[in-house]
């Protein structure tokens, strides 16, 4: 059975940083795009940053220079590091695992962290 377990969301001043974890289960990281993804009140999940399972990184124009994605495939984890967080920023953050162009094809998420930035 596959699971996304996301750790390391919480309550941080403005400016301050926060560094995201996201493991998962069942044999499915190495072959993986993983992304980590947002979701504020009232809001559509968006796309914060991807990495393919070739190492490449994607980042929405948002958060460019301020988060970074990386992922350990030894420990099936991927982290984003977010630093100079913003009022803007607060949302519950989600991980997901992709293979969805692939054959056997699969999308998959995590339960969300909640990440919260006091001014």
């Known amino acids: 059975q596959v699971q996304l377990v996301e750790s390391g969301g919480g309550l941080v001043q403005a400016g301050g940083s926060l560094r995201l974890s996201c493991t998962t289960s069942g044999n499915i990281f190495r072959s993986s795009d993983m992304g980590w993804y947002r979701q504020a009140p009232g809001k559509q999940r968006e796309v914060v940053a991807v990495?393919?399972?070739?190492?490449?990184?994607n980042y929405a124009d948002s958060v460019k220079g301020r988060f970074t994605i990386s992922r350990d495939n030894a420990k099936n984890t991927v982290y984003l590091q977010m630093n100079s967080l913003k009022p803007e920023d607060p949302a519950v953050y989600y991980c997901?695992?992709?293979?969805?162009?692939?054959?056997?094809?699969?999308?998959?998420w995590g339960q969300g962290t909640q990440v919260t930035v006091s001014s």
């Open positions: 997901n695992a992709d293979r969805r162009y692939y054959s056997p094809g699969y999308n998959y």
């Open positions: 990495i393919s399972s070739g190492g490449r990184t």
